[in-house]
T-cell receptor
């Protein structure tokens, strides 16, 4: 079945360590996104990518890095520079269309990865 | 950047009551999306609105986008405990930020049986 797979579901990290969250999709979607969610809050955009080998910063990119070497994959690295990394991380993807200026399809989300810094 | 303001931030209703959640932007909403989330899980797509004045319904949930495309509302009729969760509106940024999709801060809905 097609979908988005995030791993791991739960991750514990010591302060000062980098950690990489995996996101894979087999929906043939062009764009992929990473969001961060804190308890009781909405989603904040970290990074997004519309094509392979290209990505843009979202609203809270500091302390994070991404790569888009393959269309199917968009891993997120939470670096030691991220001061408050404990959060729920959500990956999403969608098709992009320029048929209607500014309008495109809905996001499909993974199940999320919960990162806890000890 | 596109900023979306949701209201109320939280809502507690008795089962069977109607309710409305609002999503407002200072900029034109090119594509407006409503999602529902159970805590700690992924998001479930509800509806997408694109045109000014557009209205869509699914089961007991109706979403509208105003004519100016700066405000959307989500209305639930005869709420049930299964409607409980976090409701989020998201919107596409146009122009040079094509492809960027940001969300509001969410509305936490509790439905008491």
């Amino acid at each position: 079945d097609g979908g988005i797979t995030q791993s791991p579901k739960y991750l514990f990290r010591k302060e000062g360590q980098n950690v990489t969250l995996s996101c894979e999709q087999n929906l043939n979607h062009d764009a992929m996104y990473w969001y961060r969610q804190d308890p009781g809050q909405g989603l904040r955009l970290i990074y997004y990518s519309q094509i392979v080998n290209d990505f843009q910063k979202g609203d809270i990119a500091e302390g994070y890095s991404v790569s888009r070497e393959k269309k199917e994959s968009f891993p997120l690295t939470v670096t030691s520079a991220q001061k408050n990394p404990t959060a729920f991380y959500l990956c999403a993807s969608r098709k992009l269309s320029r048929r209607l200026a500014g309008n495109t399809g809905e996001l499909f989300f993974g199940e999320g990865s919960r990162l806890t810094v000890l | 950047s596109q900023e979306l303001e949701q209201s109320p931030q939280s809502l507690i209703v008795q089962e069977g009551k109607n309710l409305t959640i609002n999503c407002t932007s200072s900029k034109t909403l090119y594509g407006l999306y409503w999602y529902k989330q159970k805590y700690g899980e992924g998001l479930i797509f509800l509806m997408m609105l694109q045109k000014g004045g557009e209205e869509k319904s699914h089961e007991k949930i109706t979403a509208k986008l105003d004519e100016k495309k700066q405000q959307s509302s989500l209305h639930i009729t005869a709420s049930q405990p299964s409607h409980a969760g976090i409701y989020l509106c998201g919107a596409d940024a146009g122009g040079t930020s094509y492809g960027k999709l940001t969300f509001g801060q969410g509305t936490i809905l509790t439905v008491h049986p």
